[in-house]
């Protein structure tokens, strides 16, 4: 694709503070994340799937109601006392534990990342299930199944067993609002690169109209360049070569 250099440093909007904080929240999402994805995808990629992340993650919430002691009311407890007063929730972990394993063994058994067989930072294949429900006739999408289908499961789950006042039921509910969450945040961050891509292309095939010929912005799809232009259309002409510069495409066969 060609680059618009006038389009990258004139017309681009950048809310840098906006990025950080979706970059912060997919990174700090990604924990609570995997308690669920573990259960719900199939075949990740292997640096998406890392199994030290997902040691790092068991060892946090094996100890959190051993730390958070007062909020769990087994304050001065020992560690087997907590165990026992929450079996609900070590109950979980050993499961998400074994989903880890099984995670872990299909990504090692994947063709290598090296060979270009495999998208390393694949989030995993999504149970065939969610693709057969329908809602008002028609299939969910993937983006509906990833922010909504997926998490909802243990969103209810978590409000059952919280009514059954078992503190793994606020887990859940939290993880799977986490999981909704990023999952909107990594669509709007999809959703802007696409469009930044589409303008830029519409920037390049309007260039003409647009600063040589200086048509209105309504015949041009809303585009106008800013700044002073050259009087002569075949200055501007010429100028206009050096607003665009090729990509360097590399292609793996």
């Keep these: 694709m060609k680059k618009n250099l006038y389009y990258r440093q004139v017309f681009r909007r950048r809310n840098y503070i906006k990025e950080l904080l979706l970059d912060f929240f997919l990174s700090v999402a990604s924990m609570p994340r995997l308690l669920l994805e573990v259960f719900l995808r199939k075949n990740m990629g292997e640096r998406y799937f890392s199994p030290f992340?997902?040691?790092?993650?068991?060892?946090?919430?094996?100890?959190?109601?051993?730390a958070m002691g007062g909020m769990f009311g087994s304050y001065g407890d020992t560690l087997p006392e907590i165990i026992k007063d929450n079996v609900s929730w070590y109950l979980f972990l050993a499961a998400y534990a074994a989903g880890c394993f099984f995670r872990?063994?299909?990504?090692?058994?994947?063709?290598?990342?090296?060979?270009?067989?495999?998208?390393s930072l694949s989030a995993g294949r999504?149970?065939?299930?969610?693709?057969?429900?329908?809602?008002?006739?028609?299939?969910?999408d993937k983006r509906g199944i990833e922010i909504i289908l997926e998490p909802a499961p243990f969103f209810l789950i978590g409000l059952l067993l919280l009514w059954m006042d078992q503190r793994v039921g606020m887990l859940l509910i939290t993880s799977s609002i986490v999981y909704s969450l990023s999952y909107i945040?990594?669509?709007?961050?999809?959703?802007?690169?696409?469009?930044?891509?589409?303008?830029?292309?519409?920037?390049?095939?309007e260039l003409v109209s647009a600063f040589v010929d200086e048509l209105d912005a309504s015949q041009t799809r809303g585009v106008h360049f800013y700044g002073?232009?050259?009087?002569?259309?075949?200055?501007?002409?010429?100028?206009?070569?050096?607003?665009i510069e090729e990509d360097d495409l590399v292609e793996a066969r």
């Design 104 to 119: 872990w063994q299909e990504v090692i058994r994947l063709p290598s990342v090296f060979d270009f067989a495999r998208y």
């Design 228 to 243: 002073h232009k050259p009087a002569d259309p075949g200055t501007r002409r010429q100028l206009a070569k050096a607003f």
């Design 126 to 140: 999504i149970h065939p299930i969610f693709y057969a429900i329908r809602i008002g006739g028609k299939p969910v």
């Design 53 to 66: 992340v997902a040691s790092f993650v068991f060892v946090v919430f094996f100890f959190f109601p051993y």
């Design 185 to 205: 945040a990594a669509y709007h961050k999809g959703d802007d690169f696409i469009m930044d891509k589409i303008d830029e292309m519409i920037c390049n095939e």
